[in-house]
């Protein structure tokens, strides 16, 4: 089992990766649980399907209950936050009880937000089942919900007690949802480390595959990505900003698309705009773009688009929460593993760049 101390200023707290459902028991008894002390359990429906057995194995001889939500981003509200409460007062929850998130980013975030305010805050375990809860919302701490079609709107920071990522959970997971989680892996390399970039084009059949020891390295090599950026900017202010690399334009083709389009198959649309406009605004050479261009490709992402109501587009764009002085910025790449944050970007040139990239015919 391999093991990533989390450290900021703020908060520390320990990645456990395994496979083959190994040790959960140990690592919760090694933690200080105490037979007696509650555990909820929140996962959602489509998991619970799949898990039941498995969740009731993992916590046996624990005092646990289950509460089980419905799947899907239109859920991740108000009212499920609510359900979540009445559930922990009526089952006598109090702040020695411990709320376990067993699911994706969406149970995550709902979970820790629920952990951060219930009481005025409990502990809280994550266990991710999706890619991109393994390696993108176990680490740095934002939890919340959406608020009036606004993702995430409403929130705040709290870390886990302890992650415990068990990669077995991706043999369930639909090859949609894991290319989606590909997304953040390809933008770790892009943004921090080469070395990434080269294991993603060596090994892609083998990870697509889902060979063991090669999703150990792509996602202990993204936490550490991850959680050194966060660690130095933990609330966010400027230099966390870097992780957004690809999100302004893939955020803006993900609303145009009425959320038709997965997050991460808009995100690698996003990348490829963001090179572009990265090549017009730092010089970047046009064989990185053909680089990831093909790794994306390769992955089962689709490289041309054609951008869903362009005017709805731009509106996300500009109303982006990272808009500052009415001007678009965003991080850009120099060069692999270099970014610069707040490019400023003009309106006419993402047009081309999209154009230029994704639009490309
Ligand atoms: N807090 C953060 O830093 C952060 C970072 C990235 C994303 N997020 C949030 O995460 C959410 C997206 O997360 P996600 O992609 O994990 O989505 P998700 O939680 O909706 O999971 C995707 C789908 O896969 C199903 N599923 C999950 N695990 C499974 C498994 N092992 N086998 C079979 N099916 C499984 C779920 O039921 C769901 O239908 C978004 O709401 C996003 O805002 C948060
Ligand atoms: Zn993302």
Do not use: W
């Amino acid at each position: 089992m391999d093991i990533i101390n989390v450290c900021d200023a703020f908060s520390s707290y320990k990645i456990y990766i395994t496979s083959g459902c190994k040790d959960f028991k140990s690592v919760l008894g090694a933690t200080g649980f105490e037979k007696n002390n509650k555990i909820f359990i929140i996962t959602d429906h489509m998991i619970y399907s799949i898990y039941k057995e498995k969740i009731n194995e993992l916590f046996s001889g624990f005092n646990f209950k289950v509460h089980v939500i419905s799947s899907g981003e239109k859920n991740k509200n108000i009212n499920t936050v609510n359900n979540i409460y009445e559930f922990l007062l009526k089952n006598g929850s109090d702040r020695s009880s411990t709320l376990v998130a067993f699911g994706g980013g969406i149970v995550g975030d709902l979970t820790g937000f629920v952990a951060a305010t219930y009481m005025r805050g409990m502990k809280y375990i994550s266990i991710p089942t999706t890619v991109i809860s393994m390696v993108d919302s176990s680490v740095g701490g934002k939890v919340g919900y959406n608020f009036q079609n606004i993702k995430n709107a409403i929130g705040t920071f709290y870390v886990p007690h302890l992650v415990f990522i068990d990669i077995d959970y991706l043999k369930t997971l639909p090859k949609e949802e894991f290319i989606n989680g590909m997304a953040e892996v390809v933008k770790y390399g892009v943004i921090k480390e080469k070395s990434l970039l080269n294991y993603l084009k060596e090994n892609l059949k083998e990870i697509m595959s889902l060979e063991e020891e090669k999703l150990l390295y792509i996602i202990k090599e993204s936490l550490k990505i991850k959680n050194e950026v966060v660690s130095k900017d933990f609330r966010d202010s400027n230099f966390r900003n870097i992780l957004n690399f690809g999100h302004t334009i893939g955020h803006g083709i993900e609303i145009a698309s009425d959320h038709k389009l997965p997050h991460g198959y808009a995100v690698a649309l996003g990348m490829l705009t963001e090179l572009r406009l990265s090549q017009y605004k730092l010089g970047l050479g046009e064989e990185v773009y053909k680089e990831i261009y093909n790794l994306l490709r390769n992955i089962g992402f689709p490289t041309q688009y054609k951008v869903d109501n362009i005017n709805l587009f731009m509106y996300a764009i500009k109303h982006d929460k990272k808009i500052e002085n009415n001007e678009i910025n965003m991080p850009l790449i120099e060069k692999i593993g270099l970014t610069v944050t707040k490019v400023v970007v003009e309106e006419n040139l993402i047009i081309k760049a999209i154009e230029e990239s994704i639009g490309r015919r």
